[in-house]
């Protein structure tokens, strides 16, 4: 079955970076969008981030554009969340996402989730 495994969960000072990493094993990873999702503490999951399956086009939330960067490897079947310049606002629990269709923005559009990796930023 499709499986989706985030790392690189991590407490970082504001200002500090950190890379997520998602490695998809199940299907064939690169015909696949895929995406990253955030849901902090008595909020709604939100989008963050997308890459499109030949990883040709990304999209981003406004909130961490110019901060945030998505990529994928597809010969490693992973996608990466690099955030730099992080601010305590970013803290939540980071999932990672694959779907096939539909708009990017939406977590209808994502037919399998991981686990989810917590990011803290401190102040």
């Known amino acids: 079955q499709v499986q989706l495994v985030e790392s690189g969960e991590g407490l970082v000072q504001a200002g500090g970076s950190l890379r997520l990493s998602c490695a998809a094993s199940?299907?064939?990873?690169?015909?696949?969008?895929m995406g990253w999702f955030r849901q902090a503490v008595e909020k709604e999951r939100e989008f963050v981030a997308a890459?499109?399956?030949?990883?040709?086009?990304?999209y981003y939330a406004d909130s961490v554009k110019g901060r945030f960067t998505i990529s994928r490897d597809n010969a490693k079947n992973t996608v990466y969340l690099q955030m730099n310049s992080l601010k305590p606002e970013d803290t939540a629990v980071y999932y990672c996402?694959?779907?096939?269709?539909?708009?990017?923005?939406?977590?209808?559009?994502?037919?399998?989730w991981g686990q989810g990796t917590q990011v803290t930023v401190s102040s």
């Open positions: 199940g299907r064939t990873f690169s015909i696949y969008h």
């Open positions: 890459i499109s399956r030949s990883g040709g086009s990304t």
């Open positions: 996402a694959q779907g096939s269709g539909g708009s990017l923005y939406f977590d209808r559009t994502y037919d399998a």
